[in-house]
């Protein structure tokens, strides 16, 4: 039986631990005033992500630990998506007018865009959970959307370590945070014996996160070509996107 000195230190690390994570890659950022190399898509799949876990609490009432991580991880990723757009790349498909997702999801010029969409969900998630929040199926459903995208966390870093063939940008000490809280992560929900959505889709995560590492094994963090670019090319860049 687990001392429960110990189970309530596990729940406060469980609560603040992942939101920390990012403090690093943050203050990073800031430092560099420049974004390059870190996916702004991790700030989405991270809201979108916890706003649902919130609603699924409503419906299942799991750990409090587990919901106040959510409620401090949305106010973090508030944060560094803020400083992510403040200093986004100088060649960027906002700066650029190139972005190829249906509606520019994600790749908003404005922050008031991205709050917008958040907000808006949250009204579609309150309908939704007034209105079939009793049944089971669909508490169950919600709780495998909201654990299933988080789980998809590092797949925009794992798809944009690929394409620029280096993890430049992308700090070390968030890789290791997210090594270290998954595998935490991982072990805390058998012991507390928390819903089967969280230990399936924990054990997804942690698989990416050990592909992340073998790729900063491979490609080490060399800045890649878009981060060198000087004033010119970026005039140039530009001329020919209003083109």
């Not at 495998?144 to 988080?150: M, N, P």
């Not at 797949?155 to 690929?162: A, F, G, R, S, V």
């Amino acid at each position: 039986m687990i001392p429960s000195w110990l189970s309530t230190l596990a729940s406060i690390a469980m609560a603040g631990g992942p939101p920390l994570v990012y403090a690093d890659q943050s203050w990073s950022i800031i430092q560099k005033k420049d974004a390059t190399g870190f996916s702004r898509d991790i700030c989405a799949v991270l809201l979108i992500a916890n706003i649902t876990r919130c609603f699924f609490w409503l419906g299942s009432q799991f750990e409090f630990a587990l919901l106040l991580q959510s409620l401090l991880m949305i106010l973090a990723q508030l944060a560094l998506l803020y400083i992510c757009i403040l200093y986004r790349p100088r060649i960027s498909p906002e700066s650029l007018g190139t972005s190829t997702r249906p509606l520019s999801f994600w790749q908003w010029p404005t922050y008031s865009q991205h709050i917008e969409f958040l907000a808006g969900y949250i009204v579609c998630l309150t309908i939704l959970i007034l209105i079939f929040g009793r049944m089971e199926l669909f508490v169950t459903i919600l709780g495998f959307v909201a654990l299933g995208l988080e789980s998809t966390l590092p797949i925009p870093q794992l798809i944009n370590n690929y394409k620029q063939k280096t993890l430049y940008g992308f700090r070390a000490s968030t890789l290791i945070g997210w090594v270290g809280g998954d595998s935490f992560k991982l072990v805390y929900f058998f012991i507390q014996g928390s819903p089967l959505q969280f230990k399936v889709c924990a054990i997804f995560q942690l698989s990416v996160d050990i592909a992340i590492v073998f790729q900063r094994l491979m490609y080490g963090n060399a800045p890649p070509p878009t981060a060198l670019v000087d004033d010119d090319d970026l005039e140039q860049a530009l001329a020919l996107a209003e083109e």
